[in-house]
């Protein structure tokens, strides 16, 4: 399982905004919504990019939550 929500940067500014995120694929899609737009990331390797209105952003993703059943 993943949080909901994840720091998107923009790599021009390199301003961080926190945002909702769906449609999770680890390590190849993912989709982040800010503010009612929808920004199509892809994984590279080491963070997701994705493009909206000719500028880039990045992040590292949702983090992943550990749920452990049975005995531990």
Not at 21 to 32: C, G
Not at 54 to 65: L, N, Q, R
Request: charged content about 25%.
């Amino acid at each position: 399982m993943f949080e909901k929500t994840a720091i998107i940067t923009s790599t021009r500014t390199e301003q961080s905004v926190e945002a909702e995120v769906d449609n999770i694929r680890v390590n190849e899609s993912l989709d982040a919504f800010i503010a009612t737009n929808k920004i199509h990331m892809r994984w590279n390797g080491k963070i997701y990019v994705g493009n909206m209105h000719g500028m880039e952003f990045t992040t590292p993703g949702p983090k992943e939550i550990i749920i452990k059943k049975g005995r531990y």
